[in-house]
Nanobody, 125 residues
Framework: QVQLVESGGGLVQAGGSLRLSCAAA????????MAWFRRGPGKEGKEREF???????????DYSDSVKGRFTISKDNAKNTVYLQMNNLRPEDTAVYYC???????????????WGQGTLVTVSS
C-alpha cells in the first residue's frame, strides 16, 4: 500500500512558477516509479493526462511534449518526496495535479496503482 499526499497548488499568473510536492509512504508496495498526471476543467470522467515521471533510481525521466522545457520533475529519496517544478505556466496548465505510484514506468494512467487526492493549479491570463 502507498499513501501519497500532494501539496503546493494555488493560483498564479501566466508566466509564473509553482512547485508541487508529493510525499510518499510506501508500505511493502516498493514503487519503482512516481509520476504526475493532471485533469483539466471540464474533463471530469476522462483519463488523466500524463505530465512527467521519474524512477526512484533516477535512471529514467520522461515528460509530455506539452510541458517539456517548462516543467522539471525531481525527487528526494531521503524524504520519500517527488517534486514538480513548473515554470512559465500557461492558462492551459490549469488543472488538478495528481501524484501516482507504479512498479513500472508508463505514461498511461492505468499503469498506476496508487494516487494522491490531487492539488489544484490555476493559471490566470
Amino acid at each position: 500500500q502507498v499513501q501519497l499526499v500532494e501539496s503546493g497548488g494555488g493560483l498564479v499568473q501566466a508566466g509564473g512558477s509553482l512547485r508541487l510536492s508529493c510525499a510518499a509512504a510506501d508500505r511493502n508496495y516498493n514503487a519503482a516509479v512516481m509520476a504526475w498526471f493532471r485533469r483539466g476543467p471540464g474533463k471530469e470522467g476522462k483519463e488523466r493526462e500524463f505530465v512527467a515521471l521519474i524512477a526512484w533510481s533516477a535512471d529514467r525521466i520522461d515528460y509530455s511534449d506539452s510541458v517539456k522545457g517548462r516543467f522539471t520533475i525531481s525527487k528526494d529519496n531521503a524524504k520519500n518526496t517527488v517534486y514538480l517544478q513548473m515554470n512559465n505556466l500557461r492558462p492551459e496548465d490549469t488543472a488538478v495535479y495528481y501524484c501516482a505510484a507504479a512498479r513500472y514506468p508508463s505514461p498511461r494512467s492505468g499503469n498506476y496503482d496508487y494516487w494522491g487526492q490531487g492539488t489544484l493549479v490555476t493559471v490566470s491570463s
